[in-house]
């Protein structure tokens, strides 16, 4: 197991000497999010403690199967915690909503595996070595000797598995396979997993995949493919905003392709955006960044303010500036 000098052991002094928690996530929780949550809140609960799950936006379909015990809540005010812990989440500013009522709390515990993580917790725990959030609860499980059941190994093995694309990313090492391994050996339901997650799309997210190989687009000799989510798309398909996770890999397969991008409407004059890099000398990260945004070498994301058409000029500008200095 690797090593993380002293990190570890002055959380779970935090950890032991608290009785009330809330585990919080970034806003339009993945897999990743959603199975770092709950893995840690099963295990605090494990071990006597009195637990919230708190996330701004709901969980999305394919992931309720892990949430039987309906730990996830709204956020509320007014509460006060012993500790809070951050997963998966690399700024206090993507917590949303879930952050603003969790500022009553004596300490705020923020592990992650983001690179362009902004420390904001009192204590921190950034590994962008680890391909997922997921890993790092692993780790933390298994130093506190705390019991990995079933239903934790679930939510572990749903957290690797996701932000891995099912082991295949560039970010996957041996390491992440040893704690795959080593999950299914906990317990984890592998045929399950893999039919919710992966093999249970609703037929709205059909509808939306229909309509993006109809209007994707190429340029900069292939090597860029975007598209765009507008509101109405959604309504047309009866898609929700949660049908999208993955939809980007679609177009990123394209053997050309260097980076992939989605536009994606929340309001008339508010964008987020989706980048995905398959070249080691594409850092995705680095062009979120000039946006206000990040995320992982290989995948990040911003929202950007500003009329549609300026804001798809200036990042699709930004990706052709990135492809051209790799040259």
Known sequence: MKSYPGIIDRILEAVRASKTFCVVGHVRPDGDC??????????????????????????????????????????KRGLKFDCVIATDCASFERLGTAGQCVLRRKILINIDHHESNTRYGDLNWVSAREASCGELIFRLLKVARWPITR?????????????????????????????????????????RICDEVYQSYPLSRARLLKHIYSRFRLTHNNRIAWFWLKKIDFTRTGAESDDTEGLIDHIREIEPVVVACVFEEIEPELTRISLRSKSDRINVSDIAEQFGGGGHPAAAGARIPGKPLSVQRQVIAAVKRALNSAK
């Open 34 to 75: 959603v199975g770092s949550q709950l893995g840690l809140a099963l295990a605090l609960q494990n071990e006597g403690k009195r637990v919230f799950c708190w996330n701004e936006d709901s969980v999305p379909q394919k992931y309720k199967f892990l949430n039987d015990k309906a730990l996830f809540q709204k956020p």
């Open 151 to 191: 239903p934790i190994a679930d939510c572990l093995f749903t957290a690797v598995s996701t932000d891995t694309g099912s082991f295949q990313y560039a970010t996957t090492r041996p390491g992440t396979l040893h704690v795959g391994a080593e999950l299914v050996t906990r317990g984890a339901n592998l045929a």
